[in-house]
Protein backbone atom coordinates (compact mmCIF):
# COMPACT_ATOMS: atom_id res chain seq x y z
CA UNK A 1 0.00 0.00 0.00
CA UNK A 2 1.02 3.46 -0.68
CA UNK A 3 2.18 5.45 2.12
CA UNK A 4 -0.66 8.02 1.14
CA UNK A 5 -3.16 5.29 1.21
CA UNK A 6 -1.74 3.99 4.68
CA UNK A 7 -1.88 7.47 6.33
CA UNK A 8 -5.59 7.89 4.60
CA UNK A 9 -6.56 4.56 6.03
CA UNK A 10 -5.27 5.85 9.71
CA UNK A 11 -7.21 9.53 9.17
CA UNK A 12 -10.49 7.36 8.46
CA UNK A 13 -10.09 4.98 11.37
CA UNK A 14 -9.14 7.97 13.86
CA UNK A 15 -12.60 9.96 13.05
CA UNK A 16 -14.79 6.85 13.03
CA UNK A 17 -13.29 5.99 16.91
CA UNK A 18 -13.46 9.67 18.15
CA UNK A 19 -17.26 9.55 16.17
CA UNK A 20 -17.75 6.62 18.47
CA UNK A 21 -16.25 8.07 21.93
CA UNK A 22 -16.87 11.57 21.36
CA UNK A 23 -19.82 11.98 23.91
CA UNK A 24 -18.42 9.96 26.42
CA UNK A 25 -15.10 12.03 26.36
CA UNK A 26 -17.31 15.09 26.23
CA UNK A 27 -19.12 14.33 29.23
CA UNK A 28 -15.90 12.45 31.05
CA UNK A 29 -14.89 14.17 34.80
CA UNK A 30 -11.99 15.67 33.80
CA UNK A 31 -13.54 17.43 31.50
CA UNK A 32 -16.98 17.72 32.16
CA UNK A 33 -17.25 17.80 36.01
CA UNK A 34 -19.41 21.13 36.93
CA UNK A 35 -18.00 21.34 41.04
CA UNK A 36 -14.34 20.12 40.40
CA UNK A 37 -12.26 19.84 43.51
CA UNK A 38 -8.89 22.09 43.34
CA UNK A 39 -7.27 25.32 43.01
CA UNK A 40 -5.92 28.05 41.07
CA UNK A 41 -7.10 29.06 37.30
CA UNK A 42 -8.68 26.73 35.14
CA UNK A 43 -6.55 24.21 32.86
CA UNK A 44 -7.75 23.95 29.09
CA UNK A 45 -10.67 21.83 30.06
CA UNK A 46 -11.43 24.39 32.36
CA UNK A 47 -10.69 22.60 35.89
CA UNK A 48 -8.69 23.88 38.49
CA UNK A 49 -4.97 23.78 37.62
CA UNK A 50 -3.93 22.14 41.20
CA UNK A 51 -6.35 19.63 41.86
CA UNK A 52 -7.34 18.91 45.35
CA UNK A 53 -4.18 17.71 47.69
CA UNK A 54 -1.77 18.10 45.12
CA UNK A 55 1.20 20.41 45.83
CA UNK A 56 2.91 21.79 42.55
CA UNK A 57 6.67 20.47 42.08
CA UNK A 58 9.19 21.50 39.75
CA UNK A 59 11.87 18.44 40.08
CA UNK A 60 10.56 15.69 38.73
CA UNK A 61 10.24 12.46 41.10
CA UNK A 62 11.06 8.91 40.40
CA UNK A 63 8.41 6.26 41.41
CA UNK A 64 8.48 2.93 40.32
CA UNK A 65 8.65 -0.87 41.44
CA UNK A 66 12.17 -0.65 41.71
CA UNK A 67 13.24 -2.66 38.57
CA UNK A 68 14.07 -0.35 35.35
CA UNK A 69 14.07 -2.38 32.66
CA UNK A 70 17.01 -1.57 29.73
CA UNK A 71 15.86 -2.44 26.60
CA UNK A 72 17.77 -1.57 23.80
CA UNK A 73 15.87 0.38 20.93
CA UNK A 74 17.04 -2.38 18.40
CA UNK A 75 15.26 -5.04 20.94
CA UNK A 76 12.52 -2.76 21.55
CA UNK A 77 8.53 -4.04 20.35
CA UNK A 78 5.35 -3.19 21.29
CA UNK A 79 2.44 -5.80 20.91
CA UNK A 80 -0.91 -4.39 20.50
CA UNK A 81 -3.46 -7.19 20.92
CA UNK A 82 -6.99 -8.62 22.30
CA UNK A 83 -10.31 -7.13 20.97
CA UNK A 84 -9.00 -5.62 17.76
CA UNK A 85 -9.35 -6.20 14.12
CA UNK A 86 -5.64 -5.98 13.56
CA UNK A 87 -2.89 -7.29 16.07
CA UNK A 88 0.26 -5.15 15.21
CA UNK A 89 3.52 -6.01 16.92
CA UNK A 90 5.85 -2.86 15.86
CA UNK A 91 9.65 -2.26 15.82
CA UNK A 92 10.53 1.18 16.44
CA UNK A 93 10.75 2.11 13.59
CA UNK A 94 7.10 1.20 12.96
CA UNK A 95 6.31 3.40 15.94
CA UNK A 96 7.90 6.37 14.61
CA UNK A 97 6.77 5.76 11.21
CA UNK A 98 2.74 6.74 13.12
CA UNK A 99 1.90 10.54 12.92
CA UNK A 100 3.88 12.13 16.06
CA UNK A 101 2.15 14.46 18.21
CA UNK A 102 3.15 17.45 20.60
CA UNK A 103 1.69 18.49 23.56
CA UNK A 104 2.56 20.26 26.96
CA UNK A 105 0.69 18.72 29.75
CA UNK A 106 0.58 18.54 33.39
CA UNK A 107 1.43 15.27 35.59
CA UNK A 108 -0.59 14.34 38.84
CA UNK A 109 1.20 11.70 41.05
CA UNK A 110 -1.31 10.19 43.44
CA UNK A 111 1.65 10.89 46.31
CA UNK A 112 0.13 14.45 46.06
CA UNK A 113 2.43 16.11 43.94
CA UNK A 114 1.90 17.54 40.35
CA UNK A 115 4.34 19.16 37.63
CA UNK A 116 2.89 21.31 35.17
CA UNK A 117 3.57 22.32 32.09
CA UNK A 118 5.73 19.34 30.51
CA UNK A 119 6.33 19.10 26.67
CA UNK A 120 6.38 16.11 25.41
CA UNK A 121 6.44 14.58 21.87
CA UNK A 122 5.31 10.79 20.79
CA UNK A 123 2.64 9.37 19.27
CA UNK A 124 -1.65 9.52 20.66
CA UNK A 125 -2.98 6.46 21.62
CA UNK A 126 -5.52 7.37 19.20
CA UNK A 127 -3.34 6.89 16.19
CA UNK A 128 -2.31 3.70 17.40
CA UNK A 129 -5.63 2.11 17.91
CA UNK A 130 -6.61 3.48 14.99
CA UNK A 131 -3.97 1.12 13.20
CA UNK A 132 -5.14 -1.63 15.04
CA UNK A 133 -8.99 -0.81 15.36
CA UNK A 134 -10.67 -2.09 18.56
CA UNK A 135 -13.43 -4.12 17.80
CA UNK A 136 -16.59 -3.11 18.71
CA UNK A 137 -17.18 -5.34 21.85
CA UNK A 138 -13.66 -3.52 23.16
CA UNK A 139 -14.00 -1.37 26.16
CA UNK A 140 -10.82 -1.11 27.97
CA UNK A 141 -7.31 -1.77 27.64
CA UNK A 142 -4.34 -3.01 30.23
CA UNK A 143 -0.86 -2.11 29.23
CA UNK A 144 1.65 -3.95 30.43
CA UNK A 145 5.39 -3.32 31.34
CA UNK A 146 8.54 -4.44 30.52
CA UNK A 147 8.99 -4.66 34.87
CA UNK A 148 5.57 -6.66 34.67
CA UNK A 149 3.40 -3.33 35.96
CA UNK A 150 0.12 -2.88 34.70
CA UNK A 151 -2.92 -0.99 34.38
CA UNK A 152 -5.93 -0.16 33.10
CA UNK A 153 -7.86 2.41 31.21
CA UNK A 154 -11.14 2.56 29.69
CA UNK A 155 -11.12 3.44 26.64
CA UNK A 156 -13.11 6.93 26.83
CA UNK A 157 -10.09 7.83 28.77
CA UNK A 158 -7.62 6.03 26.48
CA UNK A 159 -8.45 7.52 23.47
CA UNK A 160 -8.38 11.64 24.75
CA UNK A 161 -5.84 13.28 22.50
CA UNK A 162 -3.43 14.18 25.17
CA UNK A 163 -2.74 10.24 25.95
CA UNK A 164 0.25 9.99 24.35
CA UNK A 165 3.15 7.27 23.99
CA UNK A 166 5.59 9.40 24.69
CA UNK A 167 8.83 8.96 23.53
CA UNK A 168 10.70 12.69 23.38
CA UNK A 169 10.69 14.87 26.65
CA UNK A 170 11.86 18.82 26.34
CA UNK A 171 13.73 17.70 23.14
CA UNK A 172 15.28 14.83 24.66
CA UNK A 173 15.25 11.06 24.45
CA UNK A 174 12.56 10.17 27.37
CA UNK A 175 15.29 8.99 30.26
CA UNK A 176 14.98 5.51 31.41
CA UNK A 177 13.71 6.25 34.56
CA UNK A 178 10.94 8.42 33.83
CA UNK A 179 9.82 5.19 31.39
CA UNK A 180 11.78 5.53 28.53
CA UNK A 181 12.40 4.35 25.43
CA UNK A 182 7.72 4.52 25.80
CA UNK A 183 6.01 5.05 28.14
CA UNK A 184 2.45 5.88 28.55
CA UNK A 185 1.33 9.66 29.85
CA UNK A 186 -2.25 10.43 31.28
CA UNK A 187 -2.62 13.88 31.75
CA UNK A 188 -6.37 14.20 32.82
CA UNK A 189 -5.86 11.01 35.28
CA UNK A 190 -3.71 10.09 38.36
CA UNK A 191 -0.24 9.34 36.60
CA UNK A 192 -0.05 5.69 37.68
CA UNK A 193 -2.54 5.19 34.81
CA UNK A 194 0.53 5.82 33.06
CA UNK A 195 2.99 2.51 32.26
CA UNK A 196 6.36 3.55 31.86
CA UNK A 197 8.51 0.68 29.41
CA UNK A 198 5.41 -0.34 27.98
CA UNK A 199 5.36 -3.52 25.98
CA UNK A 200 1.86 -4.48 25.32
CA UNK A 201 -1.72 -2.74 25.21
CA UNK A 202 -4.11 -5.00 25.18
CA UNK A 203 -7.83 -4.00 24.38
CA UNK A 204 -10.57 -6.06 26.21
CA UNK A 205 -14.37 -6.55 26.62
CA UNK A 206 -14.37 -6.05 30.01
CA UNK A 207 -12.53 -3.73 32.67
CA UNK A 208 -9.71 -6.03 34.36
CA UNK A 209 -7.96 -4.46 37.24
CA UNK A 210 -4.26 -3.64 37.00
CA UNK A 211 -1.29 -4.06 39.67
CA UNK A 212 -2.15 -0.82 41.67
CA UNK A 213 -5.55 -1.29 41.39
CA UNK A 214 -5.66 -4.85 42.11
CA UNK A 215 -4.26 -3.18 45.67
CA UNK A 216 -6.87 -0.66 46.66
CA UNK A 217 -5.83 2.23 44.17
CA UNK A 218 -9.11 3.43 41.75
CA UNK A 219 -10.16 2.07 38.32
CA UNK A 220 -10.79 6.02 37.48
CA UNK A 221 -8.67 7.64 39.43
CA UNK A 222 -9.78 11.26 38.51
CA UNK A 223 -7.40 13.76 40.32
CA UNK A 224 -10.35 16.89 40.77
CA UNK A 225 -12.86 14.52 42.04
CA UNK A 226 -9.57 13.13 45.22
CA UNK A 227 -10.15 9.59 43.40
CA UNK A 228 -7.65 7.99 44.69
CA UNK A 229 -8.99 4.70 46.11
CA UNK A 230 -11.86 2.47 45.51
N1 LIG B 1 6.10 0.27 34.21
C1 LIG B 1 5.76 1.03 35.24
N2 LIG B 1 5.06 2.14 35.02
C2 LIG B 1 4.70 2.93 36.04
C3 LIG B 1 5.03 2.61 37.37
C4 LIG B 1 5.78 1.42 37.58
O1 LIG B 1 6.12 1.04 38.72
N3 LIG B 1 6.14 0.66 36.50
N4 LIG B 1 4.63 3.46 38.39
C5 LIG B 1 3.50 4.36 38.12
C6 LIG B 1 3.37 5.39 39.12
S1 LIG B 1 2.72 4.91 40.62
C7 LIG B 1 3.62 6.73 38.85
S2 LIG B 1 3.25 7.93 39.97
C8 LIG B 1 4.27 7.15 37.60
C9 LIG B 1 5.55 7.87 37.95
O2 LIG B 1 6.24 8.28 36.81
P1 LIG B 1 7.66 8.95 37.01
O3 LIG B 1 8.55 7.98 37.74
O4 LIG B 1 8.12 9.27 35.64
O5 LIG B 1 7.43 10.18 37.84
O6 LIG B 1 4.57 6.03 36.75
C10 LIG B 1 3.60 5.02 36.74
N5 LIG B 1 3.98 4.07 35.74
MO1 LIG C 1 2.28 7.08 41.74
Same mark, same amino acid.
Given at each position: ?A??D ?29 K ?10 G ?13 W???? /??? +? ?5 I ?21 M? /? %??? +? ?8 T ?11 V ?21 A ?5 T? /??L???L? %???L /? ?13 G ?28 K????E ?10 W????Y?
Open positions: MESKLQRIVDARMKLKARFEDKIRNSPSVADNPQGSGNPNRHMPVVPVGQTITTKPVLD /LGI +EPDIPLEWQLKVDGEVEHPLLLSWEDLA /L %PQS +EDQSDFHCVSWSKLNMNWKGRLLDLAAVAQPKDTATHILCHYDDYTN /LSEEAK %PDV /LVHTYENAPLPKEHGPLRIITPQLYAWKGAKWIKRIEFLPANRGFWERGYSNTAYPRNDRS
